[in-house]
């Protein structure tokens, strides 16, 4: 629970913020600010700021949300959105995306002074001052313990830092398997620090590996980090960088994956159908909606510690960056492609087709996130 409601604040922080910018953009172009506020409705809290905005604390906390007068493209009264520009209007629109990206290079540059994992196999020729960079090992730490193992009767916890085992010192996962295989099915002394205090404990091995879950049953995780110092900032902004076009990059792949797997299932040929469920499949295993950032990945970055939160926190912040920069209705990017259409074809964007474009997309939004949410429940449940 603890996981579920660190992972419910920072979600409706970064959405907030998101509609902070919004708000500043637009009240800094003349275009009025009705309300501002922090979940959605029933409202909890409110109350009329000194400069005429009603703020309101509400009940779901699934974000926040910024209502500008006149907020349909069609409206045309002084103060109005829809009376703006079209330059006025692509600041307001563009305002949460650059807040967004922002948040995720702040978070990039304090992470590159405490230690930035490599990004194997998602950034090629990942950006560094060469002059200014540190690699630091981290410590030898157990990111699973199987139920019953001989790590598990030991009374091993995710997270213990290995040292030794028996009088082999561990300093690698590959010594983990080398020293386990040497003195499989004897008793052994582990040694381990835990919150600072070195300990012992002592279990017998396994005789054998046939389930594949190691000797002593246990998994581990040693990450290098590259640290800097004066050149943070710009290793954070180049990494936000690197990783928005990773992000694009992975997330057009996904929906190739997805409609062609579609496309491939309605083939009369079994094989090509059983390759169309293996893409579905793979796409289903590579996103996350909101049971399963709350479900699985907040809890397993909190467990990991405060650096794998912020480093989850920043990833997050710039995926929200990169949805609303794409041409979906309903979202910041589907409302600036459809207003810039309309002014290319030189016609008024009435009331009534916008918002049931918008409604169009917004239902096909659900329809996604439910999808997302059987899957995720499907993952929860295994």
Request: glycine residues 10%; proline residues 4%; aromatic residues 6%.
């Amino acid at each position: 629970m603890l996981s579920v409601v660190i992972g419910l604040l920072i979600l409706v922080f970064l959405v907030v913020v998101h509609e902070l910018g919004h708000a500043i953009a637009a009240r800094r172009n003349g275009v009025g600010v009705e309300e501002f506020g922090i979940g959605f409705p029933p409202t909890a809290y409110k109350k009329k700021l000194k400069n005429g905005v009603l703020f309101t604390i509400n009940w779901l906390p699934l974000g926040g949300f910024v209502k500008l007068q006149g907020e349909n493209d069609a409206a045309s009264k002084p103060g109005d959105y829809g009376a703006a520009s079209f330059w006025v209007k692509t600041k307001i629109l563009l305002a949460g995306v650059l807040i967004n990206w922002l948040v995720a290079v702040i978070i990039f540059t304090g992470i590159a002074i405490t230690g930035l994992p490599k990004f194997t196999g998602v950034i090629d020729n990942q950006f560094t001052v060469a002059s200014d960079t540190k690699e630091v090992t981290d410590p030898l730490r157990i990111n699973q313990v199987v139920a019953g193992s001989p790590a598990d009767k030991a009374g091993l916890k995710l997270g213990d830092e290995l040292l030794k085992l028996n009088n082999n010192a561990l300093s690698s996962p590959a010594d983990v398997s080398k020293f386990t295989a040497a003195e499989k099915g004897k008793s052994v002394m582990i040694s381990y620090r835990r919150d600072g205090v070195v300990q012992s404990a002592q279990t017998t091995l396994r005789g054998d590996n046939d389930n594949g879950q190691g000797y002593l049953g246990l998994s581990t995780a040693q990450r290098t980090v590259r640290k800097s110092t004066w050149s943070a900032p710009i290793v954070g902004t180049v990494i936000t960088y690197q990783l928005t076009e990773a992000t694009i990059k992975s997330l057009g792949q996904t929906v190739g994956n997805f409609a062609t797997g579609l496309v491939d299932k309605l083939n009369p040929n079994a094989s090509i159908r059983e390759e169309g469920d293996q893409k579905i499949n793979e796409v289903s295993q590579n996103v996350a909606g909101p049971v399963g950032i709350l479900g699985v990945i907040f809890p397993s970055a909190r467990e990991a510690g405060f650096g794998t939160l912020m480093l989850i926190t920043a990833i997050i912040s710039l995926t929200l960056t990169v949805m609303n920069i794409l041409p979906i209705p309903s979202l910041d990017g589907g409302r600036f492609y459809l207003m810039a259409i309309f002014k290319l074809l030189r016609r008024p964007l009435t009331r009534n087709i916008e918002e049931r474009i918008n409604a169009i997309g917004f239902m096909i939004l659900i329809g996604l996130i439910i999808l997302v949410t059987i899957a995720d429940v499907g993952k929860l449940t295994r």
